[in-house]
């Protein structure tokens, strides 16, 4: 099972051939509203994200083993899901974090064929 405290998935299998993860950390730092409400809500000055990305492929039942729930230690982070198009993920995408998932998606674009 991969597990983080936002959700979480029974079964999958990393990719093993060709680009399977970003060989640096990607960051971002929060514009100054968002880091505002974050001090606020958490009580530190929470500056931005560096992130470690790895790319692996769904293998089990599919969405029903989907769980936004995480493992119940905290309040969840999302509230729903849905599977889309990397262009689509670009353009939902807060204007903050899009540098960091066109990254991403450009590292993983050959298998996203």
Do not use: C
Not at 30 to 53: I, T
């Amino acid at each position: 099972m991969y597990t983080t405290t936002e959700y979480s998935y029974v079964s999958f299998s990393f990719v093993t051939q060709g680009n399977i993860k970003v060989p640096y950390w990607l960051t971002y730092d929060f514009p100054p509203e968002v880091r505002e409400k974050l001090n606020q809500q958490w009580g530190s000055d929470w500056k931005g994200q560096a992130q470690k990305w790895f790319l692996f492929k769904l293998t089990g039942k599919g969405e029903e083993e989907i769980n936004l729930l995480g493992d119940g230690t905290e309040k969840p982070e999302f509230g729903e899901w849905a599977w889309m198009s990397p262009d689509k993920v670009i353009d939902l995408a807060v204007v903050f974090k899009k540098p960091v998932y066109k990254e991403v998606l450009a590292a993983f674009s050959t298998h996203l064929q």
